[in-house]
């Protein structure tokens, strides 16, 4: 349990040290910065062998160890890393993020002080269509003559929300009453400080194909560009063993089981029996664990043993 | 340590259950009501017990354990208690509501679904004047010919804002987009569950008279007509010793102490020996320590010894 | 947003009112029993529909929502049910389980009280050997001889312990001070709070075949015995999706993409490249990544390619 | 909200960063380190100032703007500082540490190594009497005779139970199996990892003359040595506002306002109807609330005015 930390400099990672304070641009108009930092790949170990005693040191080396924790979710170690973000972002946005519910937060009072003055604007462009399989998601963009329309209606509608605003302000309207029609694009500002298990797991959320368009692109730039610097072996094995990782159910362990024997016909079987193969006026039914399972086989190489 | 919850009744508080799933109005279209709760001022004891064995059931009654238990911080056999709530609020209260990072919470999704049509409108006598001393909060209201006005405008904004989500609702923009410059002044609902521990620290922050308005209008509902019928004597000892108490610094007691002991010119020099009683333009500076001593004098009833 | 939660009926599940206060016996001289809980199943799919509006309803039955919850991790449906427990443990025991942070707590306090008078006891079949692999576990029982003996001497020091700490206790030592050298196996109690979201969490790290003996013990009961009966359904899917579901890395993902189509050579020459294969004295060395998938090959009943 | 962090310099704390690394000892065999951290006063203020927007700037000074947020219960941004310490302590104190949730924390594991070979010994002029007045304290120390016998006594116990071990893992018994009879008194390692507001929590409670001896001389060297260091102003306003601090109830705040106007008769009339002055065999009964506020009157140098 020998520890040399005295040395300040093993404290930083040159690599993060370069960026700190630098804004990644999100968006039409916001940002994320690092402030400060705490511990490294490094620290993940010290933490672990903590816990393990002396003897692991020639065992294992570092990066196995910590290919290790992430793989058997000890997740501890990894908690021992601690970041403080500055960032920019859509109240829209900040909704979302704020969910988060395992971080540090201070955010701009539009109580105390007056709102910042800008709102996110879309791009004509930028206009996305509502999925239609997905009641949550969207797919694909309008064409530019319908996009270019949204997006003035859109600027006279901030426009005429910040005339009320500063009208309010004017009359002396108090800032925590004039701010209540403020619309939800406007941009706020945080500190917001997280420690790297808890980040990963934002991340996991909010990188994923699914997350909006928005707070992914956030996530993008605080994973790609920040933790990737930060913790390079962490960031390698959580995109190893969560991110890019397939998991199966029982069922689906059970049909692939099938399918890897070469027993085609015992595996339709098998999903007939989880109810995956309802057919509806000669087609399959809507069946989302059937589906998803389908994309997983895609992955695999495998061709569905149905149709 | 023997317990015989066994019988259902036990469990349940008839205050409560008497208004289980009643809708409390809040605001102008706001609404909270209780769907679930677990525990009681009996549980409080109970837990309590547990810690501290069997001895000291005939010793203490209930009631005094529970204000000791209140009076000296002892806050885990509060967190025994749960009680889950289906609120409806303003999105600008929910921002404040959601930074209480110790509940549960299932919000309405607007990304799922379309977002929920009402806004909070302020009628024409509610506008509040910006406060001159406290920059985040407000004091007075506008006359009703300003008032008049305002609202006015609020409505054109807000049914502006309302005719844009409709627009790119019709045109099928993604839902998660079309919402994106909705007013903070529409409504969204969400079941909140939290203990009574971290609950009452709620209250203690958000029924305090700097609280703003609109979270503090929640707020005494939950803690006058929820908590108190729920479990009385905590709420009873919650308000002895946590709402309506008095702390002083070891400045003010050391102040105090000469007032008691009839030593004003001590007090005083006491007072400027902490920097309260600089003095500019023949007036004693602005000093918020001091102010703040002052507002406790007169709730003790005792003049200032200066001026 | 309909709710007719006003009946008290509803809100209990008969299957869990029978067991309410029924201790189950745990090793020696432990037990777990329920004291109080909030929730069901019906609670998860009635928070899940708050976020996602009215629409839900028919398309997607009870089941199936909660399966999708599961799989997706959409974690705080779950988080609305919340139990009480009243555990029985031996204080080694509670170290561990005592590191899950997210429940509400109050232990049996032996500073406040005399300590339990029964520590965990070791049968003489029960004894267990270190295992050779794996530095934390244990593999296979001492036979009965030798059992024979490591019992009766934890009697002398079991014996010996309670006599020091009487001995303290008659002399007037401080309970805080006498019970310092206490055996960890002195069982303690305590009630243990938590939402299903994170008993689940807990039953996944300790029920898992690698947990200790002791607390898997417990973590079988509660998910057995209790969770079984208070959410059916939310159980069925947690063991399909996650206690008995098979995850695999970016690196295994290629590996079996490979083992499908028959490519067996390619399969190993991956596997090298990942530095599985590294051969030590003419045998494979010890490579935990591969081992580990090998594991999981011969579940899927699938040969593994290399040897 | 302009920062300029990028100076690297501006990260570190002198004072603190002088000690880094450095054991401070505690009991007889336990030790703190600093092993790293994150912020300082500064970091508060920049926290804050997010918050406030730009305008506070010049109006209030940094030392007035951490006491402010101290004294209302502005939390957050005293999160904003992060410190990670390597301890050691009986397991005993660690029992009690570890119920402070908000911590992250590796341990040193006993079911992957062996124990440490230390455990807490008790010099014979340190055997602590029971508390008469209360239960869970302890006050006055046994006569060195008596002491000489109890550490020989304790001597006895500790060596046994390393004896049972050491025999336990000689014979193979799994390390998670053999350790479950080592005494309370053994010591354990931990890292342990936690922001500043959580941490003053910790020392409100612990630094406590209430809490047991040995927590206390933890808590002590965290805030007299390494807080005390790390961040002064911040350290000072929570000695000022909260560690020696003074809180009234309603009830006790309704009689300092007759004694305070020279009304004695009417301050007895009062607590009588509180209860607090109950006869029993011509003495007042045992009245925590009454002996509580006692107290509290002898600090503001006021005479009580019963008896």
Redesign the interface.
């Given at each position: 349990?020998e520890?040399?930390?005295?040395s300040?400099d093993k404290?930083?990672v040159p690599e993060l040290?370069e960026i700190?304070?630098k804004k990644f641009p999100v968006l039409d108009d916001g940002f994320i910065r690092v402030?400060?930092?705490?511990?490294s790949d490094e620290?993940i170990v010290?933490?672990?062998r903590?816990?393990?005693?002396?003897?692991t040191k020639k065992v294992t080396e570092d990066r196995?160890l910590i290919?290790?924790l992430m793989?058997h979710?000890h997740t501890?170690?990894f908690?021992?890393c601690?970041i403080?973000l500055?960032v920019r972002v859509?109240?829209?946005t900040w909704?979302q993020w704020?969910?988060h519910?395992?971080a540090?937060?201070?955010?701009?009072?539009t109580?105390?002080?007056?709102a910042i003055d800008a709102?996110?604007k879309?791009k004509l462009g930028e206009?996305?269509?509502?999925?239609k399989d997905n009641?949550?998601?969207?797919e694909g963009y309008?064409p530019e003559e319908?996009g270019t329309k949204?997006t003035e209606?859109?600027s006279?509608?901030?426009d005429?929300?910040r005339e009320?605003y500063q009208?309010?302000l004017m009359?002396?309207?108090?800032?925590?009453?004039a701010?209540?029609?403020?619309?939800?694009?406007t941009y706020t500002?945080?500190?917001w400080?997280i420690?790297l298990q808890n980040l990963l797991h934002f991340l996991a959320?909010r990188m994923e194909s699914h997350a909006?368009f928005e707070i992914r692109s956030y996530a993008n730039i605080i994973g790609n560009e920040i933790v990737s610097r930060w913790c390079p072996i962490a960031w390698e094995s959580f995109?190893?063993?969560r991110m890019?990782?397939?998991?199966?159910?029982?069922?689906e362990?059970e049909v692939?089981?099938k399918?890897?024997?070469g027993k085609k016909d015992e595996a339709v079987k098998l999903a007939d029996s989880f109810g995956w193969l309802k057919i509806i006026d000669k087609r399959f039914a809507k069946n989302?664990?059937r589906m998803?399972f389908e994309e997983k086989l895609e992955?695999?190489?495998?061709d569905k043993p149905w149709e």
């Open positions: 349990m520890q040399n930390a005295e300040l404290l930083r040290d700190l304070g402030i400060d930092y705490m511990g620290s010290q933490a672990a903590v816990s393990y005693g002396k003897g196995g290919r290790y793989r979710h501890t170690p908690e021992m601690e403080k500055h859509p109240m829209d909704r704020i969910r519910r395992t540090n937060v201070n955010e701009y009072s109580r105390y002080s007056i709102t996110q879309t206009w996305r269509l509502q999925a009641k949550q998601g969207s309008f319908v949204l209606r859109e006279e509608l901030q005429f929300a009320i009208e309010r009359l002396g309207v108090a800032r925590e009453q701010r209540k029609d403020l619309p939800l694009s500002e945080a500190y400080k420690d959320l909006q995109r190893d063993y890019n990782s397939l998991s199966f159910s029982v069922q362990i692939l089981k399918l890897y024997s989302i664990e998803e992955i695999l190489g495998i």
